[in-house]
């Protein structure tokens, strides 16, 4: 009955060595108000000088979802004062942004993408930290002035799946290009999730209400619900003008809830006018080439695991989803691991394992060399899949990762020579004659009974497939 519509707002934290406009450090866990000079603590008569670094970062941004770079931008001053910002007002890019106009494409669970348009992405300073300590608040300026890019798309999502999904599209896109942590938890990326319904079919949009304070992927779906639920409501209730207005609403992690914060302010409340001490940002040649330097990038990979390593486009989608997982795989490929298999041993093997013990790719007590070498022994025949899942749960427990040594230690080299496993298999049948006769007579069941049999006479070491083989051949 109703449609939901969702733009995103995402701020990301540049990882510069300096601040937007001044030389200060942005190193994080410095002593309060010690990353500080007179350009971020606004005092008179400080002038701002545009970080380069930061430019060109926003401006790889802009190329990697194939957007209008501008050679030349301009900064805007967004009057509003709050004791952590001193200057009175923000710098940021409104009137004409160094991005402009991209796309991201998402993938949705059938398999399709979608386009997801993307407004502009323009560079702004960060406020610094107030904290709140009993009856009295201090504030810390060490983040004021620090760079963010903001990354504004279309109202182009119709449900909270397509907006996680663009979210972590996005997440994964600037992890790749090295311009931010992007650690949510952390504040180096965070969204806010504007939200309307309108009945199906109807052209117009709804109003929209913007919620902020979300900090994990869950959470924007948790809210995104709660809100269309409660503007649904409101509608089939016949007062949805009094209920919904365009405002801004907190995310109540303990509650679940939205709540109302504050009307949200039109652009006029803002006095925004062009900051008459920063000249245009205009970009050179160098900076250019500098930005265009991308590494390859999501989809890209996608579609070269699949047409080149002639792996699922699930599994694909899954690795290539985390930057670290991604080089992960493909140093497992670089140490002579086949792919499909290299897929199973990450995904299912190794990754079930880390989640068990509460670690991630980035915290693996097991390398990508060490997996990768593993995986090329069960290849190349030297071990079992079995053999090779207990070496990995002997490495999760133990330091060493010779694989070789492990082999021999823990007695898994695979016995693929047909003279041995044919030795086994003569006294495996002389010792069963009775069950021999009963194989010939028909009773196919038996085979099962001499694999168990080899099997076990080898302590688990025969090649399970020329077992087979070599047993076909004997008992025909
Ligand atoms: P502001 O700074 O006031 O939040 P912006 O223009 O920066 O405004 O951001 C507006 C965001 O709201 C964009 O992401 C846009 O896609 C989204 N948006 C605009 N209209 C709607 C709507 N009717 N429903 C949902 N989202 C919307
Ligand atoms: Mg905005
Ligand atoms: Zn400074």
């Known amino acids: 009955m109703f449609e939901t519509v969702i733009g995103l707002e995402v701020h990301v934290q540049l990882n510069t060595k300096t601040k937007l406009f001044c030389s200060c450090p942005t190193s994080f866990g410095a002593p309060q108000n010690s990353n500080t000079c007179p350009t971020c603590l606004a005092l008179p008569g400080a002038l701002p000088v545009v970080n380069k670094e930061a430019a060109i970062k926003a401006m790889r941004l802009g190329y990697a979802i194939n957007a209008v770079v501008n050679h030349s931008s301009n900064f805007d001053r967004k009057s509003y004062f709050y004791p952590d910002s001193p200057m009175a007002y923000q710098i940021t890019q409104l009137h004409k942004a160094i991005v402009q106009k991209g796309e991201l494409f998402i993938d949705l669970p059938d398999g399709t993408q979608k386009r997801i348009g993307m407004t502009q992405a323009h560079l702004e300073a960060d406020a610094g930290k107030n904290m709140h300590e009993g009856n009295h608040s201090k504030v810390d300026l060490n983040r004021a002035g620090t760079p963010l890019l903001e990354i504004v798309s279309e109202p182009d999502m119709r449900s909270a799946e397509e907006a996680v999904a663009y979210l972590k599209k996005l997440h994964a896109t600037v992890r790749y290009l090295g311009i931010s942590d992007a650690n949510m938890q952390e504040g180096s990326f965070r969204c806010d999730v504007n939200v309307s319904i309108r009945p199906k079919g109807q052209e117009a949009f709804g109003t929209r209400v913007e919620i902020k304070n979300i900090n994990s992927f869950k959470f924007v779906s948790a809210a995104i619900a709660y809100e269309v639920q409660r503007q649904s409501e409101a509608y089939e209730d016949g007062i949805y003008t009094q209920e919904v207005h365009q405002e801004t609403r907190l995310w109540s992690v303990e509650e679940g809830v939205t709540k109302s914060m504050r009307g949200k302010e039109e652009a006029a409340d803002y006095r925004y006018f062009p900051d008459p001490d920063l000249r245009p940002l205009v970009v050179t040649p160098e900076m250019i080439e500098e930005a265009q330097q991308m590494p390859e990038l ?154 168990g049999q080899t099997m076990k006479a080898s302590k688990g070491t025969a090649n399970p497939a020329k077992v087979n083989t070599l047993l076909k051949q004997r008992l025909s």
């Open 298 to 451: 999501p989809d890209a990979k996608v579609k070269r695991y699949v047409e080149e390593l002639g792996i699922k486009k699930v599994d694909a989608l899954i690795i290539t989803s985390d930057k670290e997982m991604a080089s992960y795989f493909e140093e497992m490929i670089a140490q002579g691991a086949v792919a499909k298999t290299a897929v199973t041993w990450l995904i299912s093997e190794l990754l079930g394992r880390l989640n068990k013990a509460s670690l991630t790719i980035e915290t693996t007590p097991i390398d990508a060399k060490t997996l990768g070498r593993l995986v090329s022994k069960i290849s190349d025949d030297s071990i079992s899949g079995k053999g090779a899942k207990e070496i990995l749960d002997h490495m999760m427990e133990h330091e060493s990762r010779d694989i070789d040594a492990l082999i021999d230690e823990l007695g898994l080299a695979q016995v693929s020579d047909d003279g041995a496993i044919l030795a086994i298999i003569d006294g495996i049948l002389e010792a069963n004659p009775q069950k021999v006769a009963e194989y010939q007579a028909g009773k196919e069941k038996l085979f099962g009974f001499f694999v």
